[in-house]
């Protein structure tokens, strides 16, 4: 039982670059979302999905999307990088309304 | 709208008992939560309370809800460096998808 899992664990992008985030859980969670963290800026969410096959827009959405493969696989995809996307970036699922379950992360830098 | 405060550094020594401060704005929230992220990792669940409670303990972990306020704590007792990290609050964002809205974060730093 890994939990959720992320890769890369790593990226550096140049600006205008595309690149998908892939995500994925063995707990067989309902949701599933996409964060990003930025110092001193906390969590913020960028897409969440209640559901396999269905998708909605966070916080900060804009620059990304996303896609709900199956239950299991909910992928972020950059299509045209750019230096503001510079940040860490975090899945996570849930079974219940609320707790949340967190991946690793993958830090990318866009330069 | 929806905000979460937090401060951000408390450092004590070991040993002692940490208090983390939160505060949250949307009194419609369900459940409250203390998550924990280690240098380079991802949060770990810590803690959460249900809002119809006032106090729930778990081992070190105290979390003491004062709804009225709008405050919430989480008191670490014996405080050890294995402690140090980061700790959001968070509370649940209301709606169908259980979006939670997260503080900050509390930078703990425990001295030896």
């Known amino acids: 039982n890994a939990g959720v899992t992320q890769t890369p664990k790593f990226q550096v992008l140049k600006t205008g670059q595309s690149m998908t985030l892939q995500c994925a859980q063995d707990m067989n969670h309902n949701s599933m979302y996409w964060y990003r963290q930025d110092p001193g800026m906390g969590l913020r969410l960028i897409y969440y999905?209640?559901?396999?096959?269905?998708?909605d827009k966070g916080e900060v959405p804009n620059g990304y999307n996303v896609s709900r493969l199956n239950k299991r696989e909910f992928s972020l995809r950059l299509e045209s990088a750019a230096p503001s996307q510079t940040s860490v970036y975090f899945c996570?699922?849930?079974?219940?309304?609320?707790?949340?379950?967190f991946g690793p992360g993958t830090r990318l830098t866009v330069t | 709208g929806e905000d979460v405060e937090q401060s951000l550094f408390l450092s004590v020594r070991e040993g002692d008992s940490s208090v983390i401060n939160c505060t949250y704005t949307d009194s419609s929230s369900t459940y409250l939560y203390w998550y924990k992220q280690e240098p380079g990792a991802g949060l770990q669940l810590l803690t959460y309370?249900?809002?119809?409670?006032d106090m729930k303990q778990d081992q070190r972990l105290t979390v003491l809800l004062n709804k009225k306020d709008k405050h919430l704590s989480l008191r670490i007792a014996d405080t050890q460096t294995g402690d140090s990290a980061i700790y959001f609050c968070?509370?649940?964002?209301?709606?169908?998808?259980?979006?939670?809205?997260f503080g900050k974060g509390t930078k703990l730093s425990v001295k030896p």
């Open positions: 999905s209640a559901s396999e096959g269905t998708t």
């Open positions: 996570a699922s849930s079974l219940s309304h609320y707790e949340q379950y």
């Open positions: 309370i249900f809002s119809n409670m």
């Open positions: 968070a509370e649940s964002g209301g709606g169908s998808q259980g979006n939670l809205i």
